[in-house]
C-alpha cells in the first residue's frame, strides 16, 4: 500500500505562503489521484482539493479557491500545494491522501485508500 508522506508545514503569519509537498514512501504517486484535506481543533476533517494521476483534473474548496494550487511533478512523483494569502482560519493539520478518483464534487474521506500522517500549519501573527 502507498503510504504518503508530507512536508512543508510550518508557522507562517497571515498573508504569507507555505507550500506542501506529498511524496510516495516506498511506492511512487505518480499513478494516483491525489487529495488534501485539512482538519482544525475540534471540527471535522475537510477536503481542501485533488488532482487527478494525469494533473488534468483538479478541484478546490470554496474557502481556498484562487488562494490554492494544486499540481503534480509525476517526473518526481511528488504533488504539491502552494498555499497563498494564508488566513489564521486557514489553520490545521493538513493531510495528504490518495483517493479513488479526484471528484469535480471534492473528495471524500470514503474516497481515500491510504492516508499521511499530516503536517500542521498555522497561521497567526
Known amino acids: 500500500q502507498v503510504q504518503p508522506v508530507e512536508s512543508g508545514g510550518g508557522l507562517v503569519q497571515p498573508g504569507g505562503s507555505l507550500r506542501l509537498s506529498c511524496a510516495g514512501s516506498?511506492?511512487?504517486?505518480?499513478?494516483?489521484?491525489i487529495a488534501w484535506f485539512r482538519q482544525a481543533p475540534g471540527k471535522e476533517r475537510e477536503g481542501v482539493s485533488c488532482?487527478?494521476?494525469?494533473?488534468?483534473?483538479?478541484y478546490y474548496a470554496d474557502s481556498v479557491k484562487g488562494r490554492f494550487t494544486i499540481s503534480r511533478d509525476n517526473a518526481k512523483a511528488t504533488v504539491y500545494l502552494q498555499m497563498n494569502y494564508l488566513k489564521p482560519e486557514d489553520t490545521a493539520v493538513y493531510f495528504c491522501?490518495?483517493?479513488?478518483?479526484?471528484?469535480?464534487?471534492?473528495?471524500?474521506?470514503?474516497?481515500?485508500?491510504?492516508w499521511g500522517r499530516g503536517t500542521q500549519v498555522t497561521v497567526s501573527s
Open positions: 488532482i487527478s494521476s494525469s494533473g488534468g483534473s483538479t
Open positions: 516506498g511506492v511512487t504517486l505518480d499513478y494516483r489521484a
Open positions: 491522501a490518495t483517493v479513488v478518483f479526484c471528484s469535480g464534487f471534492g473528495p471524500k474521506q470514503s474516497d481515500v485508500d491510504s
